[in-house]
């Protein structure tokens, strides 16, 4: 592949046809499911997939089939074909829902508006998960308008994923047959290390998630009257979440949510580190004399990526502090969020979670713990040489850099789905989620330059991955291209 000439025309795609797609794409409030339960009544999701889908069939990308699959009750995706003109088939994945608008913003942003900004796109969905369709498709009109090889293509962009998938499976079933067994899965929905090379996703978390609610009373009663004889609901809570995490070090006490490590991602964490070193924590917005959990850069990134880690997200029963009376509260109820480690039993996990919790609750409070569907976390096979060679090459060419790899963590369901699915197949996962791009929170943004340069490395992977189906090496560092 003749990369100036690949440069060219994905810049001119990404500078005239993406970046005003993506703004269209921002302005549609189209939140998954789990955030707007009226999500058909209110026909977000429905403008956000024919906008993508419009975009798409305007391509000029040879032997494009496009359809939008739908099944009743359940959100639609995009499935899109593109023959091959090697063997094989490579599987291209993305999502279009959103998350909710997470307020505020900063002055001068909004979740719904777009703004471009010192090269960057701000708004809700553009880097998680807006981009993914628009870069795959252009990848193999780069690879197609220099006649450069690639296996059969399927790209699926699914409109759940915020939402845990849960509509996927069913997607899934009803495409096996027109999906194949693909041997390269790439999926551009997740993070990197930094903006200076191609990063390579080893591993994602899962996460078990449910609400914790104690009661103690029927109705609220004056505090100066009961304090001291009824116990508060929040201090039993204090005292269950003690039963999970050690509060002063926040280290998951659960064995049953632990895993052991392996040898090759302590490595991997380790490189990741040397590479990221401070910029592990300047990333996060913090205020002003608080400071990370460890002060070992290896550390950090083990805990971020292998071990549990516990959230509280979100809680009820608490007034707003300007309308809190003198009121020592019936209930109170808490959503809390357990990341998992890769290989971790997500089921047996959240089991073990609400055992701990229900189990002799403190003074005879009701104790209900309501578990969420668990997801499972994700572990990758171990890279073959011509892709690990081939991801390394591309990011020297496109970024100037060599790869890097580390695990993620977020969870994303649909690849412990293929993982089972497809075990031999290999996984190209990435992103453009670096540091400050807060997806799920304010003020969200896509670092354009690279999710340009992005878009290049999933072209010459793929072009590498048909070299290497009909037999022949990947091109080479020196290589003219």
Not at 54 to 63: P, T
Not at 204 to 225: M, N, P, Q, W, Y
Not at 335 to 357: G, I, N, Y
Request: hydrophobic share 40%; proline share 8%; charged share 20%.
């Amino acid at each position: 592949m003749d990369r100036a000439r690949a440069n060219t025309l994905i810049s001119k795609a990404w500078d005239e046809s993406i970046v005003p797609a993506l703004q269209e794409y921002i302005r549609i409030p189209n939140q998954s499911p789990a955030f707007d339960k009226e999500w058909e009544a209110h026909g977000h999701m429905e403008k956000a997939v024919q906008l993508v889908a419009g975009w798409c069939r305007s391509q000029n990308v040879a032997g494009l089939q496009l359809e939008i699959v739908r099944l009743p009750g359940r959100t639609p995706v995009i499935f899109m074909e593109v023959p091959g003109t090697a063997p094989g088939t490579v599987l291209l994945y993305g999502h279009l829902d959103k998350q909710p608008p997470m307020l505020p913003w900063d002055a001068g942003l909004d979740p719904w508006t777009p703004v471009l900004r010192d090269g960057k796109l701000y708004g809700r969905g553009g880097a998680d998960d807006g981009y993914a369709a628009f870069a795959s498709l252009t990848a193999l009109r780069a690879l197609q308008e220099q006649g450069v090889p690639h296996a059969r293509a399927v790209v699926l962009i699914e409109a759940c994923e915020e939402s845990g998938s849960t509509d996927l499976p069913a997607h899934i079933e009803k495409l096996k047959a027109r999906i194949g067994t693909p041997e390269l899965v790439v999926c551009l929905d997740s993070g990197c290390g930094n903006y200076d090379q191609m990063w390579c996703t080893t591993s994602l978390r899962g996460i078990a998630a449910g609400t914790l609610t104690v009661e103690v009373l029927t109705e609220g009663v004056h505090s100066g009257d009961a304090s001291g004889i009824v116990p508060s609901s929040f201090r039993i809570l204090r005292e269950l979440l003690g039963r999970l995490e050690d509060g002063p070090t926040g280290r998951v006490i659960l064995k049953a949510l632990h895993v052991d490590i392996p040898e090759q991602r302590r490595r991997q964490a380790a490189s990741a580190a040397g590479v990221l070193a401070g910029d592990i924590t300047a990333k996060f917005p913090w205020v002003p004399g608080c400071r990370p959990m460890s002060t070992d850069p290896v550390e950090l990134v083990l805990n971020r990526t292998w071990r549990p880690a516990l959230s509280v997200t979100g809680a009820d029963g608490l007034p707003p502090t300007g309308s809190a009376g003198n009121v020592l509260r019936p209930r109170t109820t808490l959503m809390l969020s357990m990341r998992l480690p890769p290989t971790c039993d997500a089921a047996a996990a959240l089991k073990s979670m609400k055992s701990v919790l229900e189990a002799d609750p403190p003074y005879g409070a009701r104790v209900v713990f309501k578990a969420e569907t668990p997801s499972p976390g994700w572990n990758a096979p171990e890279l073959s040489p011509w892709l690990e060679r081939s991801m390394d090459q591309a990011s020297r060419d496109w970024f100037g850099a060599p790869a890097c790899a580390m695990g993620e963590g977020g969870s994303i369901p649909f690849m412990a789905m293929l993982g089972a699915q497809f075990p031999r197949a290999q996984f190209l996962i990435t992103g453009v989620l670096g540091p400050k791009s807060n997806a799920h929170g304010p003020n969200e943004f896509l670092h354009l330059a690279t999710a340009q340069r992005l878009t290049g490395c999933v072209a010459q992977v793929v072009g590498d991955h048909a070299q290497e189906a009909r037999g022949a090496e990947p091109a080479q560092a020196g290589r003219a291209r």
